[in-house]
């Protein structure tokens, strides 16, 4: 089988790298790719929303299942266009139709689902340009810290925590009357801040039934103790090491078959990853977002650790048959320590030629920015690396990405050197 990986960051490297020790698996695409796909697939230089480019290298190159990485072309309906076009519509798409995309697409709609379901979360409230003000008087009857957050797709920059009112007031009159983060901001959901140590639970179903993969765990600030500025993810690890049997029981029950029943109920067709974003407040789960896709930096520690062949998983789902899957899981624990650009996640530098790659071949270092010039690989983006390891524990785990990482060097690396410190 001919495949095709759409997305060109570390979760599609990881992705690639998995999908190519398949049995089943001819020839492996990645479209745009990067220079870590480049070893294991063939770049395609087309957009992940170049719908029009992706179909004519579907058709050229016999493509017969396309997995679809980032958000972005979901929400925009790349399902869709497969299963309307006669040419296409018999190439299996991972990744949900573009209603079910809306899930990530719109917080507001994703809250509307939960409370309609009845899966646990924050309480919450949303506002637009007209009802401003009624947004600044829901604020001073709330509680700080005040969460805030742009009801569309904002490359993760779209959530505010505020400790002072009257900078949260600011900020949702900026939000919503000076678009401060674009059309995403037109409806802001104001919530009610939830305490707690996060967790990211993953899903993949047929749209009938499901397998909740590994969990995990990851790091978004930029600084050491979780402090700075918010990124994309500095790391993550898995198993989780505070996820009793008994939690995992409550998710399973409270939040994940919610979910999947609730799909069915509202008639939303989806083949492929629900990526559940939890909070444990005391005893009790609770959802802060959806994701319609897998997370980046947990995909790097996630995949890893399952065991069967990934793509015979995936044509499972194309077909409706994902009960039959037994899913077999490593049970080591798998660090992920990410290496970030310069400047990075405000403006960031490009171009640094990356040393030390040669010397680690062996290891498993997924490409998030990165690209191939001549015999150079250089930084293209904010996170450039993500280094993954096995331990018998978290702690050994770490230290072998950090022992990693170490040998490998550009022009201002960053990365932080405490991953998994609050376990």
Not at 200 to 215: A, I, K
Not at 246 to 258: A, C, G, M, N
Not at 330 to 345: E, I, L
């Amino acid at each position: 089988m001919n495949v095709l990986v759409i997305g060109g960051g570390g979760r599609e490297h990881t992705l690639c790298w998995k999908i190519k020790q398949s049995k089943d698996c001819d020839e492996l695409y990645a479209a745009p790719g990067n220079a870590g796909t480049a070893l294991c697939a063939t770049n395609l230089p087309i957009g992940v929303n170049d719908f029009e480019g992706i179909k004519k290298a579907t058709l050229t190159r016999h493509i017969k299942m396309v997995i679809v990485g980032p958000e972005d072309p979901l929400v925009n309906g790349i399902h869709d266009f497969f299963l309307n076009d006669p040419e296409l519509s018999s190439v299996a798409v991972i990744g949900p139709q573009k209603e079910a995309a809306t899930l990530e697409g719109s917080k507001a709609y994703a809250k509307a689902f939960m409370m309609r379901h009845n899966i646990p979360t924050a309480a919450y409230a949303e506002f637009t340009s007209e009802t401003v003000r009624e947004g600044e008087a829901f604020l001073e009857q709330s509680k700080a810290p005040y969460v805030l957050k742009a009801d569309g797709l904002a490359a993760g920059k779209g959530v505010l925590i505020i400790d002072d009112l009257a900078t949260a007031k600011r900020e949702l009159r900026e939000m919503l009357l000076e678009s401060k983060f674009g059309a995403a901001s037109n409806k802001v959901v104001i919530e009610e801040f939830l305490a707690g140590i996060e967790l990211s639970c993953f899903v993949l179903t047929d749209g009938s039934s499901y397998l909740t993969l590994p969990m995990a765990k990851d790091y978004k600030r930029i600084g050491e103790g979780d402090t700075g500025l918010n990124t994309g993810g500095m790391g993550a690890i898995s198993p989780v090491p505070f996820l009793t049997d008994e939690f995992r029981e409550k998710i399973e029950t409270q939040i994940v078959k919610p979910t999947i029943e609730g799909l069915k109920k509202d008639n939303l067709p989806y083949k492929g990853f629900v990526f559940i974003g939890l909070i444990k407040v005391g005893n009790e789960p609770k959802v802060i977002e959806y994701n319609v896709r897998m997370g980046d930096p947990e995909t790097e520690v996630v995949i890893p650790r399952i065991k069967n062949d990934f793509l015979a998983i995936l044509q499972a789902v194309d077909e409706g048959r994902l009960d039959e899957i037994d899913l077999e899981i490593d049970p080591s624990v798998a660090a992920t320590v990410v290496a970030v650009s310069g400047g990075y996640p405000e403006a960031y530098e490009k171009e640094k030629r990356i040393t030390g790659l040669d010397e680690q071949k062996d290891k498993m270092i997924f490409h998030a920015g990165t690209k191939q010039e001549g015999d150079d690989i250089k930084t293209s983006g904010g996170r450039v690396l993500a280094v993954t390891s096995f331990g018998k524990d978290y702690q050994e785990a770490v230290e072998a990405s950090y022992k990693i990482i170490s040998k490998i060097n550009f022009e201002r690396i960053n990365y932080r050197k405490d991953i998994g410190f609050d376990l």
